[in-house]
């Protein structure tokens, strides 16, 4: 029995312990609740400014860009203008001194045909060299100044070419960010997590790996492979604390292709998943579903299905990390709970086999204790015996002692003169050694 105090009116009662175990599950599902909504709506709220901070960094990236672009078009467009003025610059410098060399060379075949009339054979053939040179010079140039005319032709076309492409390539990129920014906006609708080449249930093991498992490293987190029961859900998750198992969650993934003719509903999955719950003895059951792409109600975050089936929660994959916190976080705080019941539990126990174990302790006590007086009175016996003997050994000691005495008695009373009485012999001895010691 548990002792429970009113925080109101302060009077204290007691409650057994199925009343206990449901008020603790009271307490425990409201506060989880509550800490359900609250950490729903600050996700909701954190996806939202985050779109909104990623589509803003986005524009920015485009712009700054764009306008780096531009400028380096204007910057190029300006190089090309420069170099055309300093062709055309170069070209009229080129036309001047060949117009002056032209002067000088026309000057000089006049001298040379003024000369020439004068009948100099020599004079005549220079001049003819003259010109022929003066022509070869003339050509070369006409050649160079056309060789630049074309060069600054090709380079205007490649400028040109250059600048189109330049164009071509923003414009794709624009068009591109633009479909990322659409592609944003349309995510909280679409909630599309599937990348190329990877299932549903891949992503979420690999969130699960990354994320999970460096700060929870003894959670078990596995496939469900056993179909003995007729069916199986897809991943199951538990932790320990201090060897005593404190949250469990059955885990079931849903997807499908777009193609898909007949399109699946949540709901027809929901009582399977409460069955394998239950069979795998699972505490909370957790749809992950990217079914029913349109719906609000899915789309919003974490939907409590406790209504329908206990315990059990529909989430998008982007949900798949923050509900198994919230979870963990939400079951700590029961352990303490939970150990107190189970503390609870095993007083019962104690209780219920006390009287037992205490008939069983005064049995065996009477059997080692009616041994014991056995063996004590025997061995009472055995010292009155012993006394007994002790006593005649007494008595033959106690008589041996007075034969002694007397015997001490006797050697004590015998003399010299009492040996030597009626002997003379004895008597003459006894005489002469005392006449020897004298003399001596």
């Known amino acids: 029995m548990k002792e429970i105090k009113c925080p109101k009116c302060g009077s204290v009662f007691t409650v057994d312990e199925a009343d206990y175990a449901a008020i603790a599950s009271q307490v425990k599902n409201a506060e989880f609740h509550a800490e359900v909504e609250r950490r729903a709506t600050e996700i909701e709220n954190q996806q939202a400014l985050k779109q909104q901070a990623e589509k803003l960094k986005i524009e920015n990236d485009f712009e700054r860009r764009l306008n ?129 080449g990877e299932t549903l249930e891949i992503h979420c093991s690999t969130q699960f790996n990354s994320l999970i498992r460096p700060i929870m490293p003894t959670a078990y987190f ?81 939907v409590d299905m406790s209504h329908r089936y206990p315990k059990m929660y529909v989430i998008r994959p982007q949900f798949f990390i923050p509900l198994i916190t919230l979870l963990v976080q939400a079951s700590k705080k029961s352990i303490s709970l939970q150990r107190e019941l189970a503390l609870a539990r095993s007083q019962n126990v104690d209780v219920t086999h006390f009287e037992e174990q205490l008939n069983d302790f005064k049995e065996k006590f009477g059997n080692n204790y009616r041994l014991a007086s056995e063996r004590f009175k025997k061995a009472i016996d055995e010292i009155d015996k012993s006394i007994d003997h002790l006593n005649k050994i007494k008595t033959h000691l106690l008589g041996s002692e007075n034969n002694l005495r007397l015997a001490n008695d006797k050697a004590d009373a015998l003399t010299i003169k009492k040996l030597t009485r009626g002997n003379p012999t004895m008597k003459e001895k006894f005489k002469q050694a005392r006449q020897q010691n004298i003399d001596e």
Do not use: W
Not at 235 to 263: A, L, W
């Open 68 to 196: 780096a672009k531009d400028a380096e078009l204007a910057q190029r467009d300006n190089d090309i203008k420069v170099l055309k003025q300093k062709m055309v610059t170069d070209s009229q410098a080129q036309q001047i001194e060949l117009q002056k060399r032209l002067s000088e060379k026309e000057a000089l075949i006049k001298e040379l045909k003024a000369k020439l009339e004068q009948g100099d054979d020599r004079i005549k053939m220079a001049v003819l060299q003259e010109q022929n040179k003066a022509k070869d010079e003339l050509q070369e140039r006409e050649r160079k100044i056309a060789e630049l005319v074309s060069r600054a032709a090709n380079d205007q076309k490649e400028a040109t070419l250059r600048e189109q492409n330049i164009k071509e390539s923003y414009e794709l990129q624009l068009r591109q960010k633009q479909e990322m920014v659409d592609y944003y906006k349309d995510m909280k609708t679409r909630l599309s997590t599937k990348m190329v």
């Open 222 to 302: 596995e496939k469900d492979n056993d179909a003995s029961g007729g069916s199986k859900g897809d991943f199951i998750f538990r932790d320990f604390e201090d060897g005593q198992e404190y949250v469990s969650i059955m885990f079931e993934m849903k997807n499908e292709m777009d193609e898909t003719v007949y399109k699946h509903r949540n709901e027809d999955f929901l009582k399977k998943l409460d069955e394998d719950r239950k069979a795998k003895k699972c505490e909370y059951a957790v749809l992950v579903s990217l079914l029913e792409p349109e719906s609000e109600l899915y789309n919003t975050g974490i």
